[in-house]
């Protein structure tokens, strides 16, 4: 499967942007799919995942918890990441990825084996 995500760019402190991770191929809903982010001068990280085919079960690190939802729609093939309250803290390089077909997305890199190019995301304070 090959990934492409958009939707990044500048946005004020409080606002939002929805990014989005498109895919290639037939099969996307059996793929789960997770977003990382590389901060400036920080390695990249775990973000938030979502299950294969109807996306039940969700995932997001500490930090986002509230203000980001992940979300799929597998006739569109592609993921959304909204992305609300947003700060100087996230501003960061966004990824979307996607582990082996039918493999449970974790929260480290080396579990996802397909990756997008990245959108770059800049919170301006």
């Known amino acids: 499967v090959q990934l492409q995500a958009s939707g990044g760019g500048l946005v004020q402190a409080g606002g939002s942007l929805r990014l989005a991770c498109v895919a290639s191929?037939?099969?996307?809903?059996?793929?789960?799919v997770g977003w990382f982010r590389r901060a400036p001068g920080k390695e990249r990280e775990f973000i938030a995942s979502i299950s294969w085919r109807s996306g039940d079960y969700t995932y997001y690190t500490e930090s986002v918890k509230g203000r980001f939802t992940i979300s799929r729609d597998n006739a569109k093939n592609t993921v959304h990441l909204e992305m609300n309250s947003l700060n100087a803290e996230d501003t960061a390089i966004y990824y979307c990825?996607?582990?082996?077909?039918?493999?449970?997305?974790?929260?480290?890199?080396?579990?996802?084996?397909?990756w997008g190019q990245g959108t770059l995301v800049t919170v301006s304070s």
């Open positions: 191929g037939r099969t996307f809903s059996s793929y789960a």
């Open positions: 990825a996607a582990p082996e077909v039918g493999t449970i997305a974790g929260i480290q890199e080396w579990e996802y084996t397909y």
